[in-house]
């Protein structure tokens, strides 16, 4: 009879092994779904590979992608590593778009460069950190399920995003379409590696990762998230206040997201518009989970997913495959990790 | 052959676990129209012989015979094909589904379609024939609790059992519904079914069993006829003897209060009143030792002294101080330490390391923390400290805490709670699931933080320990405190009397 027998202690090596057979899990499946629309699988895939790490231009684009993931999961680790799941970076994104274009789009254009981005920086932290707000206190005060209500808001904060883009944001010259009017030079991120899209947001990501790091492994703060994470009753009896750092925790969580949103706005789009890339929001959960919550590891998965991201959009140009390929790998992979935790705590053994 | 005078005969029953054998080697046989009261403390092995007869569990050795015949029970399914019914302590009914639908739920051999008119009959002859006064269509939510009891019953006669296990079935009913019960077993009985009936009440083991086996620490000790023993007896064999140790307590004379509480109230979260009016005091240098059969309220009183559940009425006086429904870390700065009982689910975070765990009471203070950054340098220091002083066997400090034994967290969480010099300790189960060598560690630690002037509270169903130890006993029994007693001055079997609800000056 085969059974599983609970393992003392797990390696880093065996959570390295089981993140990377995850993705390839997920890299099999979409070579499947590449096959089956008729497309060699093995020209997709070297072609994304160079598209994302071939040249010093691709890989500077998936750092591109990589600022967002960074930021997002640096600040989903903190509440992950909670047990409070939040699931609404999507939204916390978008709002710190909206709070930080606002600066942007009806400030005097001649403000002065720092002080516009300065006044972006904290518009984007705080748009993000008042929309985790709102679930955070549904769940401290009223016991509302964090899941369900952050899931939600993100619809909500997408409908806030519409309603502004089609009404009073919407820039009269842009015959119709929802886009607001370009940023000025004064509320545009400086880039930091000269002919590439790598801008000071990349900066951001990474003290957020040094930061997190930080918080989790040396404060009295940290100390506290793992003691509510690994048991509330335990952290309660220890006289922690478990309602105050959730709260606490979700809105630096939904603050990080929020900045993602403005180095988006201000470091790379100019504009703010309906499309945002919004989905890094979901895909930053799939980046945290395969990184195990580590924010060193977090940022090499970010290369690794920002790698996916931007080679995934230029397979679509030069090889006519969708970009759903892209959505298709990550999720294989989440899934593949999830259950692959088995593996981790339990070892199989066979008995007669 | 006097082999087909029982229904039901489990032979050499043992069931291990991981960490713990709950029954071993247990022989109980059960005659055709008796009732037999299964007796014995919480943790003794009572709930898990009952899921092996039940099929919950398999046992890990020994064979069970019903009407003389080996049987494997491996489901409950199988179990009720044997003729085994169970009347379960929480009941397994669905709310808003009427009485007979409850009833034929799960039942496989009732077709697509049930026949309402023929259930609706038979079920009107069983509630005759044992005047459980059913009606078969009212919702289930409508009944009270003794009547939604009895559907159970009628549940478990209508699938043609013979044998019934009740567990705990008094529990949940109020004094004046457990007489009717006893009736309706009664007539059970007089029909020839066979009941396992199991409490730790003796009143009701006395009123209604004719043999009654005791079980103790996963062995069955005796099996006796109710007509050959008394309740004191009774007391005797359910809480055993256990080793006692010497302990060199030092004479002290007690006037000081250090705790007062009065007429405290509090609610459980089920909405049950768990603490009913109590007024308690604690003096300097003493301790108090708090006997009960868990789940009398022992633990949400003490809980609520140190602030972890809300007081609905009365005060807490402690040192001159109301902490009255104050904060658990108000109530911790103050003097009080509490060791829980359950300390894998309160009081410990078994994936953190031991240096996270021993930390848990001064990570917000100097040395530990210095402006908000924990010095994790002086909180290895701190460990190795209490690890040394206290004898914890463990390899490295910065591996998770579950991986030492039950003994060595323990020691390690009530090292932590010495460490911080406190006024009151309160202590519940401190040596549960210890050994015999770690328990004495622990007693004699009580008895010398009592010796330098503080004091104890105690928590214990091992009533050697609390007589050996505490200095005045206090009884509580469903939530009201039945009576304090002078330690020297009363014996176990007292003690055991109250412990079952009787107050002293009704003990003869």
Not at chain 1, 14 to 37: D, E, N, R, T
Not at chain 1, 192 to 220: D, E, M, N, P
Not at chain 2, 10 to 39: C, D, Q, R, W, Y
Not at chain 2, 114 to 121: E, L, S
Request: with cysteine.
């Amino acid at each position: 009879m085969l059974y599983f027998e609970k393992k003392e202690n797990i390696s880093n090596k065996s959570k390295l092994i089981i993140s990377l057979v995850s993705l390839l899990i997920g890299i099999f499946f979409g070579g499947i779904a590449i096959a089956v629309v008729g497309i060699n699988p093995f020209a997709v895939y070297k072609s994304l590979f160079t598209n994302a790490f071939g040249s010093w231009y691709s890989f500077s684009e998936t750092l591109v992608a990589a600022t967002p993931l960074l930021l997002i999961t640096s600040g989903l680790i903190l509440v992950f590593r909670m047990s409070v799941w939040n699931i609404g970076a999507y939204g916390q994104y978008i709002m710190g778009a909206i709070f930080s274009s606002y600066f942007a789009i009806f400030m005097p254009p001649d403000l002065s460069k720092p002080l516009m981005l300065s006044l972006m920086f904290f518009g984007g932290l705080l748009g993000g950190a008042l929309w985790a707000l709102i679930p955070a206190v549904l769940k401290v005060f009223w016991e509302v399920n964090e899941v369900i209500s952050t899931l939600l808001l993100n619809y909500i904060a997408l409908y806030v995003l519409k309603f502004l883009m089609y009404g009073s944001w919407r820039n009269p010259t842009s015959y119709g379409f929802p886009l607001s009017k370009p940023f000025p030079e004064s509320a545009q991120l400086p880039i930091i590696f000269q002919h590439t899209r790598v801008s000071l947001g990349f900066v951001f990501a990474l003290l957020a990762v040094i930061a997190v790091w930080f918080v989790i492994s040396k404060t009295k703060f940290g100390y506290e998230i793992k003691v509510i994470g690994n048991n509330p009753t335990t952290a309660k009896y220890a006289g922690i206040s478990v309602g105050k750092n959730i709260i606490t925790a979700m809105m630096i969580s939904g603050a990080l997201a929020g900045l993602a949103g403005m180095v988006q706005v201000s470091g790379i789009i100019h504009f703010l518009q309906i499309k945002l890339n919004a989905n890094y929001g979901y895909t930053s959960i799939i980046v945290a989970w395969v990184s195990y919550l580590n924010p060193f590891l977090s940022f090499m998965s970010s290369i690794l997913f920002g790698g996916l991201e931007s080679g995934g959009y230029s397979i679509q140009i030069s090889m006519r495959v969708s970009y759903g390929i892209v959505g298709l790998i990550e999720s294989i992979a989440l899934f593949s990790i999830v259950g692959a935790q088995i593996f981790l705590n339990y070892r199989l053994r066979w008995k007669k | 052959m006097q082999e087909n005078n029982f229904s039901l005969k489990a032979v050499n029953i043992t069931k291990k676990f991981p960490e713990t054998t709950a029954n071993k080697g247990i022989n109980f046989s059960l005659k055709k129209g008796e009732i037999h009261a299964l007796l014995g403390e919480n943790g003794a092995g009572k709930t898990t012989f009952m899921n092996i007869l039940y099929g919950i569990y398999m046992p890990t050795e020994g064979s069970i015979y019903i009407d003389s015949k080996e049987v494997k029970i491996k489901t409950p399914l199988d179990a009720l094909q044997n003729g085994i019914g169970m009347i379960h302590q929480h009941f397994m009914l669905v709310d808003s589904l009427t009485v007979l639908e409850n009833v034929v739920l799960g039942m496989k051999n009732q077709g697509i379609v049930i026949d309402r008119k023929k259930v609706k009959q038979k079920l009107i002859e069983i509630s005759n024939m044992y005047g459980l006064d059913i009606e078969p269509d009212k919702k289930v939510w409508k009944l009270s609790v003794g009547q939604q009891q009895k559907v159970e019953i009628v549940k478990v006669l209508f699938r043609g059992a013979n044998i019934f296990i009740l567990d705990e079935p008094t529990a949940v009913l109020r004094p004046q519904e457990t007489g009717p019960l006893f009736e309706i077993l009664r007539k059970l009985k007089k029909d020839g079914k066979s009941i396992i009936f199991i409490t730790h009440k003796l009143d009701e083991v006395m009123a209604v069993s004719d043999r009654i086996s005791v079980l103790r620490k996963g062995e069955l000790v005796h099996t006796v006829n109710k007509n050959d023993v008394t309740k004191e007896q009774l007391a005797q064999m359910m809480v055993g003897r256990a080793v006692l140790f010497d302990f060199d307590k030092k004479e002290q004379h007690f006037q000081e209060t250090l705790l007062d509480v009065k007429n405290l109230n509090v609610y459980a979260e089920s909405g049950m009143k768990i603490v009913d009016d109590v007024t308690l005091d604690v003096k300097k240098g003493e301790i108090l030792g708090i006997a009960g059969i868990s789940g009398n309220g022992q633990q949400e009183l003490v809980q609520t002294i140190a602030g972890l559940r809300k007081a609905s009425k009365g005060t807490i006086i402690f040192d001159g101080i109301d902490i009255t429904n104050k904060t658990p870390r108000y109530v911790a700065q103050h003097g009080i330490n509490y060791i829980p009982a359950d300390r894998i689910g309160m009081g410990l975070a078994s994936e953190l390391s031991c240096i996270d765990n021993a930390i848990m009471r001064n990570y917000y203070k100097k040395p530990i923390l210095s402006g908000c950054v924990i010095n994790y340098k002086q909180a290895a220091v701190h460990t190795q400290r209490i690890v040394d002083e206290f004898s914890v066997a463990v390899a490295d400090i910065k591996r998770p805490i579950k991986l030492l034994s039950g003994g060595n967290m323990q020691k390690l969480l009530f090292a932590r709670e010495l460490f911080e010099d406190p006024k009151l300790l309160i202590a519940s189960y401190p040596s549960r699931g210890l050994d015999l060598a770690a328990t004495e560690f622990v007693r004699k630690q009580m008895i010398s933080i009592r010796n330098e002037g503080k004091s104890v509270i105690l928590i214990s169903e091992d009533l050697d320990e609390i007589l050996s130890i505490s200095d005045r006993i206090a009884v509580m029994y469903s939530g009201q405190l039945i009576g304090v007693v002078n330690a020297g001055q009363v014996d176990k079997n007292t003690i055991g009397l109250m412990m079952a609800g009787i107050k002293l000056e009704d003990i003869d």
